[in-house]
């Protein structure tokens, strides 16, 4: 995947409908999955116009045809309720009809309209920033909550099932094909004695507490676009994930990201923690960006769906790792175990904070 060619780019682009000449194409963007590349191009009178270009991860992403097929569903039923373009993600038609072209070595391509005047940020810059993409991520619940979640493929299945991931990291560290489990022992404990927990979110499904909706599923602050002028909500990304979820995960991912007081692959976890501030303000801005769709007992459950999301992003670095680095892209050797114990430690500060995450909660469940 690494080394796709310009040929193999040139080629996808011209299977698509775009506008103008192709002019050049860049790797772009932060993601752990896709390859995201920038692509631009220039109309008859001399106007650059841009677009995303993104050859789909097959190994993570096993029937891209459904994965396209959600996105389709769902932008064109988020079209209905907005009638601003930069509101909702576009994708543009492949010349073949659909909007995806697979190229003769088996490589997946799709493209999006690239959004334009927009900030897609790694960190919050302020708390209005991070409050803005909370509405974002509220609204996109809002405005799917009629949508047929039956009709959703489920694209990676058991995605946010944390219980299954505990078991395939139990058999991961127990297999230890790379011969690392030895030198993780400590993070292979912490996260065996959270056992009991990895079940509330389900067993509040169970018991009725806990609806299934339809949700993102990978809430990262990188996975939302904020107007650059006013830096307020504008778009959510990264489509490939929506499925039927909690919305306590998809508010949960979001504070594991992007309420840290360091990023994802800090390696002096002297600078994690977790910043009570931001998860407020987040809290806030995700409940008026739902407007009122969230029950009482799902909200008191915010707290649980930010130290689940963490535990579990926490065991899926550290699967990962244990069984080679094959999933998440890689900058370095350690780069999976660097991550989940950002997360581990980030899971902690939770645990230290617990009452008071539960006392903000509770005085907007009111
Ligand atoms: P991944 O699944 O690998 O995270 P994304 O779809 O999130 O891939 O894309 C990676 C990055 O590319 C995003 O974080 C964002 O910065 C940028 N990006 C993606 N789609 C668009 C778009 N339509 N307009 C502008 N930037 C985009
Ligand atoms: C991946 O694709 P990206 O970078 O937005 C991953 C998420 C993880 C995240 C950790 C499909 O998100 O589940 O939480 O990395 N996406 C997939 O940073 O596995
Ligand atoms: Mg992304």
Known sequence: MKNITLERHLNAVRQFDICGEFVKCTPYGNGHINNTFLVRCEDKNGKT??????????????EPENVISNIERVTEF????????????????????????????????????FIEDAVCLERPESESDFYQSAVAFGRFQRDLSDFPAEELYETIPDFHNTPKRYRDFLAAADADICGRAAGVLKEIEFIKERADFYSVLYDANKDGILPLRVTHNDTKLNNVMLDGASRTALCVIDLDTIMPG?????????????????????PDLGKVSMDLALFDVYAKGYLDGCGGKMRHEEIMLMPEGAKMMTLECGMRF?????????YFKTKYPEH??????????????MERHWDEMKRIVANYAK
């Open 49 to 62: 116009v841009r677009y995303i270009l993104q050859a789909i991860n097959t190994v993570v992403f096993k």
């Open 78 to 113: 988020l079209k209905l309720k907005s009638g601003d373009p930069r509101r909702v993600l576009s994708l543009v038609p492949a010349k073949r009809g659909g909007h995806i072209y697979k190229d003769a070595d088996g490589y997946f391509w799709r493209m999006y309209d």
């Open 246 to 266: 909690f919305s306590v995960t998809d508010f949960g991912d979001s504070i594991r990201f992007g309420a840290n007081t360091a990023a994802e692959d800090e």
């Open 318 to 326: 550290l699967t990962d790792y244990l069984q080679g680095d094959t």
């Open 336 to 349: 999976n175990l660097v991550r989940c114990r950002t997360q581990l430690k980030l899971a902690t500060d």
